[in-house]
């Protein structure tokens, strides 16, 4: 039975992608990315706006492992286990971890709204 606050149309179920993203950085980390991936394995199944926010949540993720892989692995081989790369190190994944959490949660909103993702449209 409806109420009076209801959809007029069925939801696009793309806050499902964004929600594991989130979940990924934030609670369960390889659970969530194991999640993802497997709705990116599966996202042909979908409507087009879930698979756009599946895509984005999934490139999002792999973007942020590379970015603070690469940003710790480069400065340990210049500074070695000194007190410049662990100051580096941990400033470095702080910043960008909270980047990747706020696009998430932007990204959230717009999945909620049904808009397409902030991501560049080539990849999608």
């Not at 929600?19 to 950085?25: C, P, Q, S």
């Not at 599946?54 to 492992?65: D, E, K, L, R, Y």
């Not at 690469?70 to 400065?75: D, Q, R, T």
């Not at 081989?77 to 909270?98: E, K, P």
């Amino acid at each position: 039975m409806r109420y009076s606050g209801g959809r007029e149309k069925a939801a696009s179920g793309a806050v499902v992608p964004v929600v594991w993203y989130l979940l990924n950085l934030l609670v369960i980390p390889v659970i969530g990315f194991a999640v993802l991936a497997w709705l990116y394995i599966h996202r042909s199944e979908n409507g087009e706006l879930r698979q756009a926010h599946t895509q984005a949540a999934f490139f999002m993720s792999v973007i942020g492992a590379l970015l603070i892989g690469a940003g710790v692995a480069l400065p340990w081989l210049a500074f070695g286990n000194t007190g410049h790369f662990w100051t580096f190190a941990l400033v470095w994944a702080i910043v960008l971890h909270t980047g990747f959490v706020l696009w998430g949660m932007v990204s959230l909103a717009f999945a909620m709204s049904d808009k397409p993702p902030l991501f560049p449209s080539v990849l999608l």
